[in-house]
């Protein structure tokens, strides 16, 4: 048996080196028409999905910057809003205090109008009571001389 063996490697060498020496190798394999259809149909599949997976990624991204822009609009609008604020209520108090000092100046005319109009209806009384005085002394006088029978 060992024999039978070793005449079977023997033979089997032999076939083999006459294989290689005759340039006969070994047989191409046969490519299947479907096979290779199927195999580009799946690596076309595989960049499908790997290009869904891209997209999605990519509008992930979009959204994150979409929602980044939206919060620095709504920042800015927000600091520009207070600003106005600040500025509005700086204004109200500059006008405040100025329609104060209008009317501060306008309550001393007022009053300095008023204390001229009563010194001069103070001055035109005492002269009315003077001269209606002076009048009714005159009048009196010449009635006391008419009564005393004396010409004027």
Request: hydrophobic share 35%; aromatic share 6%; net charge neutral.
């Amino acid at each position: 048996m060992v024999n039978q063996k070793e005449q079977t490697k023997s033979a089997v060498r032999q076939a083999e080196e006459q294989v290689l020496k005759a340039g006969v190798g070994a047989p191409e394999p046969v490519t299947d028409p479907l096979a290779e259809l199927l195999g580009r149909a799946q690596n076309a599949y595989a960049a499908y999905v790997e290009a869904q997976k891209e997209v999605a990624r990519a509008y992930k991204e979009r959204e994150q910057q979409v929602e980044q822009s939206y919060k620095e609009a709504e920042q800015q609008a927000n600091d520009a809003c207070e600003k106005g604020i600040e500025r509005a209520l700086r204004v109200r108090e500059k006008a405040e205090q100025q329609a104060e000092e209008v009317y501060r100046e306008a309550k001393e005319k007022a009053m300095a109008v008023y204390q001229e109009s009563v010194r001069q209806a103070t001055k035109v009384r005492k002269e009315t009571i003077r001269q209606a005085w002076k009048a009714s002394k005159e009048s009196a006088e010449q009635a006391w001389t008419i009564f005393q029978g004396t010409k004027v």
